[in-house]
């Protein structure tokens, strides 16, 4: 009887476990069902400062959504959304102040055929003069690292980096050449160029033009490169101190002991320094500065993993789509008066195509998010932090929040006094329904998920049902006792 209940109540655990869908999104019936948006951010002081931010009034207009060609591919912005950030800034002190700020402008996200929306800095109404700057944000992550970008545009570097501009570069280049005759006789696709050396992990870094393999065999550094037949170009860049005892040698593959025929010839070695270096990749006519692209080249080398002296980074892969865009501008503000800044900025949401799945009935949600927490910049750099406003204007619905939003005519409003923890984050709908057809709404307010939901639901009465066994297999066993 007891290992009939045990039987019961694990299958009951099983089936619990198994029931719920996973959580994601469904998939729509024709085209993508999620497209990745932009976070907006406003703009910041940089330098240590003694201004007063009264008040800050963030209006997210939204007078139209985004939309799609007749596949679902492609994403059109327009005109009429946008962000404006108007800061009222005082200076209490009897000296006039010169403000060093920074905005990020993030961009346009992936899925926008072009971009429609602008870019702009006011000071009391009039246009204030800006200059573009840019820093590395990496390939795949189209944020901003503001606390690394920051440091990038005001000092031009990456805090305790190993790379410097003086340090010294030596770089080793290789030709490697065989016929297909060697491979074929070996049965392989591919040979290994194998080099060994000694190096210094604590003033050296070793990369390479190509993908690289290492080792660390008897003590050295065994690096190696999958080469074809035919001839073979190779380099190997040494910043800081040099590499010593270097050998190489082709081989069957990378742990080969006795080389092979063919020639693997070092043929050219050069030195120059590190800056030197850098721009060597710089594009012709980029609008990226040559500082800037400067200190993105350091923060892509810092960004990849290290090991003893070997850098796995390939130099030469540095694009311009890897930077992030900014605007360095500076206020005047005269001695005991207020200004105020305006900066204005285009809004792209994450969208969500047809969540339900119903192709009937398509619910499409559209979630826009401004980095609140950019705000802080504010009191880093001295200047006290005092009140914010938000402003939504749209005529579309507002299905979720993650701030309370009071609904007044023609907007919502949230007021507070000091920055808000946490970020921004809400849902439009165009039709003012609050779920989804077969199941609720959710989003970055909602932590629990559909499938969550399911699972709480199945587990309170399952919760139930196995305490009624525990407590039925109790008063059995003391039955059973009582008999014997």
């Not at 497209?35 to 997210?60: H, R, S, W």
């Amino acid at each position: 009887m007891i290992k009939q209940i045990e039987a019961l109540i694990l299958g009951l655990l099983a089936l619990a476990s198994g029931t719920g869908a996973p959580y994601g999104r469904a998939e729509a019936a024709a085209g993508p069902d999620y497209y990745e948006g932009i976070t907006a951010i406003g703009a910041f002081p940089c330098v240590k400062n003694d201004v007063i931010m009264e008040k800050q009034v963030l209006t997210l207009h939204i007078g139209e959504l985004p939309a799609f060609d007749e596949n679902d591919s492609v994403g059109y912005a327009v005109s009429d959304t946008y962000m404006t950030s108007e800061y009222t800034i005082k200076n209490p002190t009897d000296r006039d102040v010169s403000l060093k700020m920074l905005f990020p402008c993030s961009g346009a996200p992936r899925w926008l055929a072009s971009e429609e929306g602008s870019y702009s800095v006011l000071s009391d109404g009039e246009p204030v003069e800006s200059v573009v700057r840019h820093s590395y944000s990496g390939y795949y992550n189209r944020t901003f690292d503001l606390e690394s970008g920051i440091y990038e545009i005001t000092a031009g570097q990456i805090p305790d980096s190993f790379y410097r501009r003086d340090l010294p570069v030596h770089e080793y280049r290789f030709r490697v050449e065989f016929g297909e005759d060697i491979l074929q006789s070996l049965g392989r696709k591919y040979l290994a160029f194998v080099l060994s050396f000694d190096c210094d992990a604590e003033h050296t870094r070793v990369m390479s033009s190509g993908r690289m393999n290492t080792d660390i065999v008897n003590g050295k550094v065994r690096a190696s490169f999958d080469v074809g037949a035919g001839s073979n170009q190779l380099s190997l860049v040494v910043v800081g101190e040099d590499i010593d005892h270097l050998t190489f040698g082709l081989y069957p593959d990378r742990y080969g002991v006795d080389p092979l025929e063919g020639n693997a010839l070092f043929y050219a070695e050069s030195d120059t320094d590190f800056f030197t270096y850098a721009m060597r990749f710089y594009p012709e006519g980029s609008e990226i500065s040559e500082d800037d692209w400067y200190a993105g080249f350091v923060r892509m080398l810092s960004s990849e993993t290290v090991s003893g002296c070997i850098a796995y980074a390939i130099p030469s892969s540095l694009r311009e789509e890897a930077f992030m865009q900014w605007r360095e501008y500076t206020l005047s503000i005269p001695a005991r008066t207020t200004v105020k800044n305006v900066v204005k900025a285009p809004l792209y949401p994450t969208i969500e195509r047809n969540p339900s799945g119903d192709p009937d009935e398509p619910k499409d949600r559209y979630v826009y998010s401004y980095l609140l927490s950019s705000g802080r910049y504010w009191s880093r750099y001295g200047a006290h932090f005092d009140e914010i406003e938000i402003r939504l204007e749209t005529p579309f619905y507002l299905a979720a929040s993650s701030l309370d939003f009071e609904s007044r005519g023609d907007a919502y409003i949230f007021r507070r006094e000091g920055l808000p923890l946490g970020e921004l984050s809400f849902t439009l709908t165009g039709t003012e329904s609050g779920y989804i057809s077969g199941g609720w709404q959710y989003g970055t307010y909602d932590p629990i998920s559909p499938s969550l939901r399911l699972a709480m639901l199945l587990l309170i009465p399952l919760g139930i049902v196995i305490a009624a066994i525990a407590v039925f297999a109790i008063v059995y066993r003391v039955r059973r006792r009582r008999k014997k």
